[in-house]
T-cell receptor, first 113, second 111 residues
Framework: DSGVTQTPKHLITATGQRVTLRCSPR?????VYWYQQSLDQGLQFLIQ???????AKGNILERFSAQQFPDLHSELNLSSLELGDSALYFC????????????FGSGTRLTVV | QKEVEQDPGPLSVPEGAIVSLNCTYS??????FMWYRQYSRKGPELLMY????GNKEDGRFTAQVDKSSKYISLFIRDSQPSDSATYLC???????????FGRGTSLIVHP
């Protein structure tokens, strides 16, 4: 167990729907990072939050949004889902806002049908 | 062209072999280099973290960076079936704390 908790582990939903993925970082970690992993694109950075504030943004679609709450857990919201959004979504955390070696969670496998 | 390239494999070796995993990168600003190991149905875990060129050793693992050729290597000595996983290399510049990942190389170590 890495200490980063992601729920749910699996999610199957229909096109056009909206889902929320949840991440609890390791105790003491202030930064949360969201990644999408697919076979053709590999691990793609989506967005980073540090102590509740957005710190960096990657290739995140406008249909996707995230936030980090005062208790430091984070949620990734995916809306108007398309078949191509099917992927593994990972959350990682680190103590500071610098990515000096993340700790990843086990991911949420999203299948859009 | 992706900034960090890896051969997806799979690379299949017998137990006890020396494994060489490689990456190339295109961004001259990259100064920090990482190797992650990812088991099936798990998140990546950090194996090695190096700065600039040179070698770094940790147990059976050695990371090597050649900035002149933009080449990153991970060597695994005395490979074990438990080393079977996907290995991701990643790099970042000094000005960005977000690394760019390669797509990973699948390694299979058979008994």
């Amino acid at each position: 167990d890495s200490g980063v908790t992601q729920t749910p582990k699996h999610l199957i939903t229909a096109t056009g729907q909206r889902v929320t993925l949840r991440c609890s970082p390791r105790s003491g970690d202030l930064s949360v990072y969201w990644y999408q992993q697919s076979l053709d694109q590999g691990l793609q950075f989506l967005i980073q939050y540090y102590n509740g504030e957005e710190r960096a943004k990657g290739n995140i679609l406008e249909r996707f949004s995230a936030q980090q709450f005062p208790d430091l857990h984070s949620e990734l919201n995916l809306s108007s889902l398309e078949l191509g959004d099917s992927a593994l979504y990972f959350c990682a955390s680190s103590q500071q806002d610098r990515g000096e070696g993340y700790t990843f969670g086990s991911g949420t496998r999203l299948t859009v049908v | 062209q992706k900034e960090v390239e890896q051969d997806p494999g799979p690379l299949s070796v017998p137990e006890g072999a020396i494994v060489s995993l490689n990456c190339t990168y295109s961004n001259s600003a990259f100064q920090y280099f990482m190797w992650y190991r990812q088991y099936s149905r798990k998140g990546p875990e950090l194996l090695m973290y190096t700065y600039s060129s040179g070698n770094k050793e940790d147990g059976r693992f050695t990371a090597q960076v050649d900035k002149s050729s933009k080449y990153i290597s991970l060597f695994i000595r005395d490979s074990q079936p438990s080393d079977s996983a996907t290995y991701l290399c990643a790099s970042r510049s000094g000005g960005s704390y977000i690394p760019t990942f390669g797509r990973g190389t699948s390694l299979i170590v058979h008994p």
